[in-house]
């Protein structure tokens, strides 16, 4: 078993590639009681077109599928995984983004035990007909509680305006019209094809003896069989470079008006150490131009342009990237006014050496204190491992950054490439 000491965090990584292909992370934590554990794969809801294991043509699947076979993974021969987890002392849960789905648990004791059943449940389908069936209804009233949601609705159509053809513009539970034409079959082949060791990472940090725990999983996998392992195809999006929705405004019954103006950007890095630099210096700008201490965030919020519910945020997956600020505000329209007028003028903004040196440090903190967060650790690394970025590697990107990778990301504030998403009040 590999062991890497990052020197920045004084943290001790222990990694090993088993035999199936399973990458495993364990990272022992000395006197922290809980253990948390995350089992990931790289198959989320814009995996929809893609050649399945063991074929040779492209198929398209229901948009929400990867959505639906998180709900159904937790059905166990004798019983559902949750209630297991429970009989150990450990709380369970899962999430599906557009580029993963995770299954994880929370636990103080039992932490050997808890692994297994975390491989366990997630590497054994267990779906009839009729519990498919079941399970629409399910998902569909899900589905309608965030159609109500106005914040949900706010934030997915100001993503889904810049798409013309990406399936990130669609809802990752899909529609209730998907979830009904999903099948059995359907998941059994998605879970074929995505769940394979080879394309899952699992990550255990905590209260935990990495040797022991080690010896647990290998003895766990060996006695599994898999098919074999072959590179997955997806399908290449050509998306057009121009917005797909220029504005558009939604009625809902709010208290105050929402606008997200997002930003589309059509320049997709393929290099992980590219990636990470962009993702960073547009964080850090965001910070320096709207962190609670910034003189422009309150300036804006003196002349009552903005709110507390302001943010500003920059988003990259494996295909697609863009930017998205907003917050609540009864005049909207100034509210664009203001973001749109930023976005004219963010090549003049004027950043000072001390205040990019002091929101570096602030930065480089906050991840060194997320190490105190075993959660924190986990669902970090999981998210940029697929992206090809260590995680534990952050502290040393962040250090690295210059004023002029920040001045540098401000080319991607372009209108030509910008959409308004407003929910506005029913009156």
């Known amino acids: 078993m590999e062991k890497i000491y990052y020197q920045t965090l004084k943290e001790t990584l222990f990694h090993e590639k088993l035999e199936n292909g399973l990458e495993v992370y364990l990272l022992p934590k000395i006197g922290f009681e809980k253990t948390y554990g995350l089992f990931s794969t790289r198959f989320g809801s814009i995996d929809t077109t893609f050649v399945p294991l063991g074929q040779k043509e492209m198929i398209k699947v229901e948009d929400g599928i990867a959505h639906f076979l998180e709900h159904k993974m937790f059905d166990m021969e004798n019983g559902d ?26 636990t103080t004791t039992n932490e050997n035990d808890c692994v297994e059943l975390l491989l366990d449940f997630v590497q054994s389908l267990n779906i009839t007909d009729e519990s498919v069936e079941k399970e629409k209804g399910i998902i569909c009233q899900e589905i309608k509680m965030y159609d109500d949601d106005p914040d949900w609705r706010v934030y997915f159509g100001a ?35 995505f ?14 003896n990495p040797e022991e725990l080690i010896g647990v999983i290998k003895e766990n996998q060996n006695k599994k069989h898999f098919l074999s392992e072959n590179v997955i195809q997806r399908l290449k999006i050509e998306e057009p470079t ?17 606008l997200i103006v997002s930003i589309k950007i059509n320049e997709i890095l393929d290099d992980p150490q590219d990636k990470i630099k962009r993702e960073l210096a547009l964080n850090l700008l965001f910070d320096l131009c709207f962190s609670k201490s910034s003189s422009l965030y309150n300036e804006w919020l003196e ?38 007028n930023f976005i004219d003028h963010v090549q003049d903004l004027e950043i000072a050496e001390d205040d990019f040196e ?11 204190n997320s190490y105190n967060s075993p959660e924190s650790i986990a669902n970090t690394f999981s998210r940029y491992y697929f992206e090809g970025i260590c995680s534990f590697d952050l502290v040393d990107y962040v250090s690295k950054m210059t004023l002029a990778d920040i001045n540098e990301v401000k080319r991607y504030f372009s209108k030509e490439y910008a959409s308004s998403y407003i929910v506005k009040k029913d009156k």
């Open 81 to 106: 995984a949750a209630d297991e987890f429970a009989k150990l002392g450990a709380s369970s849960n899962a999430f599906t983004s557009s580029s993963r789905t995770a299954y994880l648990f929370s």
């Open 159 to 193: 993503i889904a305006n810049l798409y013309h053809k990406h399936p990130v513009k669609i809802d990752i539970a899909g529609t209730c019209e998907t979830v009904n034409n999903t099948y059995k079959d359907m998941l059994e082949l998605c879970y074929q094809t």
């Open 195 to 208: 769940y394979h060791p080879h394309n899952m990472m699992l990550f255990v940090v905590g209260n935990i």
């Open 242 to 258: 121009s917005v797909a929705v220029k504005e558009q405004i939604n009625t809902m019954q709010v208290e105050m008006n929402k």
């Open 303 to 340: 002349k009552g342009y903005i709110n507390e519910t302001f943010s500003a945020s920059f988003t990259q997956e494996r295909d697609y990237a863009f930017i998205l600020m907003g917050g609540d505000q009864d005049d909207y329209e100034l509210l664009q006014k203001t973001i749109f």
């Open 358 to 368: 002091r929101i570096k440090r602030k930065t480089i903190g906050n991840f060194i």
